[in-house]
């Protein structure tokens, strides 16, 4: 399997390099660890250690593992299929569509969905044969997420979440006013110390970067577009409740009471843009928003 190749920029000097390497792709601390426990990550030809600190400017190698077969079993799931050539498929996911089997939700998850439609075409750049998610959406998010057909692609579009040449846009409602009509939150996320389902922004989590805009304004919400600099769980959600706007709908991070109409959060991934991993040319994807979202903004737009 083809190594993934990562450079560290001198504003990462200091930080240790299984942190560093667990906020860049989608691998999780405990896996960056072991794989540097086998002596699969290396720079300048020598293997490093998970408590190496880095200097900034280095070019760090992973040597991922043979991916190994997992029980899944493929579904007949419907796929909203937005793009999809030999390397890569786009998805508009639908809200309520969990992304990865886990406890509580063993199947009839996007994974099944793509093992049924992809065939062998898998990428197992995780470790697993499965199709490869690049990044990962909410359960009650919808909108366009990407997967790796292949290892190749895998490799190259992991490398463009890391440089940021992989943009995605969602757009939400959020409560109250924003008084700005752009900004940027800049604030590192993590788990929540009062309650380990939950993340929030504290002090030494995994740097995280929202842009934003308002789109529209109504009485009590806004209408904005946010753009993605980092991925980090629940980003979007827990930026928009930390400045005081949490999203309409959210019952995690805002009001507990559902809205009535909207299941779960109003808030959907309207774009998409990355480099081809294989012909190297510019794609940018979009979709429209979902019905209950629409119908929402149309409340508002009714009342103004």
Not at 45 to 51: D, Q, Y
Not at 277 to 298: D, I, N, Y
């Amino acid at each position: 399997m083809e190594p993934l190749i990562l450079q560290t920029a001198s504003e990462d000097a200091g930080k240790r390099l299984d942190a560093w390497l667990a906020e860049q792709t989608e691998l999780t601390r405990s896996a960056v660890q072991k794989l540097m426990e086998e002596g699969r990550v290396t720079a300048a030809g020598k293997t490093l250690a998970k408590n190496t600190r880095l200097t900034g400017g280095e070019t760090v190698s992973v040597a991922l593992p043979e991916p190994e077969a997992v029980d899944i079993v493929p579904q007949n799931i419907p796929l909203d299929v937005v793009y999809e050539d030999e390397d890569v498929i786009v998805v508009n996911k639908p809200k309520g569509l969990v992304v990865h089997p886990a406890p509580g939700h063993p199947d009839g998850t996007l994974v099944n969905a793509l093992l049924y439609h992809c065939g062998d075409s898998l990428s197992g750049i995780n470790g697993e044969l499965r199709p490869g998610i690049v990044h990962r959406i909410d359960r009650d998010t919808s909108g366009l997420i990407i997967a790796a057909k292949n290892d190749f692609a895998h490799v190259k579009l992991a490398e463009q979440l890391q440089d940021h040449t992989l943009a995605r846009t969602y757009r939400c409602i959020v409560t109250g006013n924003l008084r700005e009509d752009t900004g940027t939150v800049n604030a590192p996320i993590g788990r929540c110390p009062a309650d380990r389902k939950k993340m929030a922004v504290v002090a030494g989590g995994r740097n995280a970067v929202t842009h934003w805009t308002v789109l529209e304004r109504y009485p009590g919400v806004n209408y904005v577009e946010c753009r993605l600099e980092t991925g980090r769980t629940h980003q979007i959600r827990v930026h928009m409740a930390y400045i005081g706007h949490p999203i309409l709908g959210d019952t995690v991070y805002g009001n507990k009471k559902p809205v009535p109409g909207l299941q779960g959060q109003c808030l959907h991934a309207v774009g998409l843009k990355f480099i081809h991993p294989r012909t190297g040319e510019l794609v940018e994807l979009a979709c429209g928003l979902p019905e209950e979202f629409e119908k929402q903004l149309k409340k508002y737009r009714n009342m103004a």
